[in-house]
């Protein structure tokens, strides 16, 4: 004998099956899957945004660039309300992530180690010896951190390599006097200042020629 329960259970299966496959639910997990997948390319991030190399940025690009496509193909669709809203917000903020992203091709003022280091030891202080390892290690990082900057830069306006050129002329004057004061003034043994010297001299170095390279940028812009 037939049960009398057969047609509730179909009938909620296939109510079941509609759900699933209908445009509201199709939107939803399309978006919960690609906010996981960008979410997964952020846990990525270098300590430094602008240290992404340049096919880590691209790919980064890319990737929202397809996703802002779908987002708004999604949004054009006859969609309930509250999921619209869900891909509006995910649209803005899809947008502001490329929009930072894309300044690393275009702003050379972005890419700045001297104010790294600024930002690292406290004004008016002696120096700190616990950030004594992070100091070694970002100085150290001046020949990849300028070769990928000129990597990622496309074309950018002669103003904005003024202003790079501006920054940097500070940046070094700080690494040489202020920087260089306080390491002098340090308890280190005599042996580890000649070193640090020699990095910030070397890194000092690298950041001139990114200022020749933004000149000579914005020379070629203007002419």
């Not at 050129?165 to 690494?175: D, E, G, M, P, R």
């Not at 005599?190 to 690298?206: A, E, F, G, P």
């Amino acid at each position: 004998m037939k049960s009398s329960y057969t047609p509730l259970i179909l009938g909620g299966l296939f109510l079941s099956i509609l759900v699933a496959c209908s445009p509201d639910r199709s939107a939803l997990n399309w978006l919960h899957k690609t906010e996981r997948d960008w979410a997964k390319l952020e846990n990525k991030q270098p300590e430094w945004p602008e240290m992404l190399d340049s096919a880590a940025l691209q790919n980064r690009l890319d990737f929202l660039a397809e996703a802002l496509g779908k987002t708004q193909e999604w949004e054009r669709q006859a969609l309930d309300a509250a999921v619209k809203t869900k891909l509006t917000a995910f649209i803005t903020n899809l947008a502001a992530a490329r929009s930072g992203l894309k300044t690393q091709q275009n702003d050379p003022s972005l890419y700045n180690l001297g104010l790294r280091l600024r930002g690292l030891f406290t004004p008016d202080q002696p120096f700190e010896m616990n950030k004594l390892e992070r100091l070694e290690n970002y100085l150290d990082q001046a020949p990849t951190y300028y070769r990928q900057a000129k990597q990622k830069l496309q074309a950018p306006a002669p103003s904005q390599c003024d202003s790079a050129v501006a920054q940097h002329i500070s940046s070094i004057t700080y690494l040489k006097e202020e920087l260089g004061a306080k390491i002098a003034e340090s308890n280190l043994p005599n042996l580890k200042i000649k070193q640090l010297n020699q990095k910030i001299s070397r890194s000092c170095l690298y950041m001139k020629d990114y200022l020749a390279w933004c000149r000579s940028m914005a020379f070629d812009a203007r002419n």
